[in-house]
């Protein structure tokens, strides 16, 4: 039974959302609600053919891509039947749930590489394509909650393919009680486009990083316990795991998780194979820093207050778990000022050993001058001393600072808005 603040929530949903009852949906809604994402693109891209000027249009076409990149990733994983234990694990982009195959494919360390470069791709497509909206007043009103990913292809809509399971993962979204959220819109607009557009490059920093290195000899010790059908090296491994599959359903904790670990750790030494996807991370990171910035001063000129996404310091939202405060503003533009002079090498990262305060770890070197990369010899400080140096440090007080401002919870106020 409802509870009182859930049927208030729920009536003030109605109210806000009624409107829209009478408004023409925009055209790009019914595939992303069924899941029909290659014929939604074909016939937005038709339809933007005969009206170059409609960035409603264009808006839904640049979102459905976007969408289209997350599809695209599921079905991967589906299709390699990822195990649903690793959803919580800290790898990115193993996050995603799926629901289980029963008849999954076997997986190879070169079938994981073409799934990120196809969303590479994706993602270039989607940002080449908000890029174009010039209309500042665009709005694309969508039931959010309601976006559908068709992810075992069966073509019936099933609550556990919708985007609210990711955003649920993701985000902990607890503000708009799950019975509501089918009556929620939310009216996306300009600042959003900017948005988005951000963590199309956030994304495709981190794509374009963990191909840049070979990881196979990683991939070799400690893959099976993501995918069930792994192409084995070590023939022993194998033996092990369908000795264990027989046993019990938990992967996680046999008795051979320790030498896993020990072998993970020591085979944590990638050797650089593509420098150029290093200097593109780079790149990304450049720009998704750009666009925060275009993004906040979109923000500062809305004074509407029209079922927001990303609210400004006058605007409210029920989907948002942080409400933006001048105090906010203020510092998240000094963390961009600051975020930006690190990139750019003009400051060091505090480096983790010794005890002179002026030498530090050269962010811009790191990702302009890239080489292999032992992360265990790179953690302990020695496999860090090629791009360490002297020079003006960030330091840690003035990151208390900025936590402090956001409430100890500067991270997921940095993930929320970009």
Not at 152 to 167: C, I, P, R, Y
Not at 301 to 322: A, G, K, M, Y
Not at 341 to 348: E, F, P, S, V, Y
Request: charged share 30%; with cysteine; hydrophobic share 40%.
């Amino acid at each position: 039974m409802f509870s009182k603040i859930t049927l208030m929530t729920c009536g003030l949903l109605l109210l806000t959302n009624g409107l829209v009852r009478g408004q023409q949906k925009p055209l790009v809604e019914k595939y992303l609600l069924s899941g029909k994402f290659s014929q939604g693109e074909q016939d937005l891209k038709a339809h933007l053919e005969e009206n170059p000027k409609d960035d409603q249009a264009r808006f839904g076409l640049g979102t459905l891509q976007f969408m289209q990149s997350l599809d695209h990733l599921s079905k991967s994983w589906y299709r390699y039947g990822i195990n649903s234990n690793t959803r919580n694990a800290v790898l990115p982009f193993f996050r995603f749930p799926v629901p289980n195959n029963p008849n999954p494919e076997q997986i190879e360390y070169e079938s994981v590489r073409q799934v990120f470069k196809k969303m590479i791709k994706d993602l270039e497509k989607a940002d080449q394509t908000l890029a174009k909206i010039e209309s500042k007043d665009v709005k694309l009103p969508l039931h959010l909650f309601e976006i559908h990913f068709d992810i075992n292809g069966d073509g019936k809509k099933n609550k556990a393919e919708d985007l609210n399971v990711f955003l649920d993962e993701l985000f902990d979204l607890k503000k708009i009680p799950p019975r509501c959220r089918p009556i929620t819109v939310i009216a996306f607009d300009y600042a959003d486009v900017i948005w988005l557009r951000g963590y199309t490059h956030v994304l495709r920093s981190m794509l374009e990083f963990a191909l840049a290195y070979d990881a196979e000899s990683l991939w070799d010790v400690s893959a099976y316990r993501i995918f069930p059908k792994v192409k084995f090296k070590h023939e022993f491994m194998k033996e092990e795991f369908e000795k264990l599959k027989e046993k019990q359903n938990n992967l996680l904790f046999d008795q051979n998780t320790l030498l896993d670990i020990l072998a993970s750790f020591h085979n944590s030494n990638f050797k650089l194979q593509e420098p150029d996807r290093v200097k593109r991370s780079h790149r990304h990171l450049k720009k998704s820093v750009e666009l925060s910035r275009e993004m906040w001063m979109a923000l500062a000129e809305e004074t509407d207050n029209d079922r927001e996404w990303i609210p400004n310091s006058r605007q409210t939202t029920l989907v948002s778990p942080f409400r933006p405060t001048n105090r906010t503003i203020a510092a998240w533009e000094e963390i961009l000022d600051e975020s930006e002079a690190i990139l750019d090498g003009r400051k060091l990262l505090p480096f983790w050993r010794g005890e002179a305060k002026d030498r530090g770890f050269n962010v811009k070197r790191f990702l302009t001058e890239p080489k292999d990369l032992d992360l265990i010899l790179f953690i302990h400080g020695s496999g860090a001393l090629s791009h360490v140096e002297r020079g003006e440090v960030t330091s840690f007080e003035k990151w208390r600072q900025f936590q402090e401002a956001f409430g100890g919870d500067l991270f997921g106020f940095a993930i929320w808005f970009n």
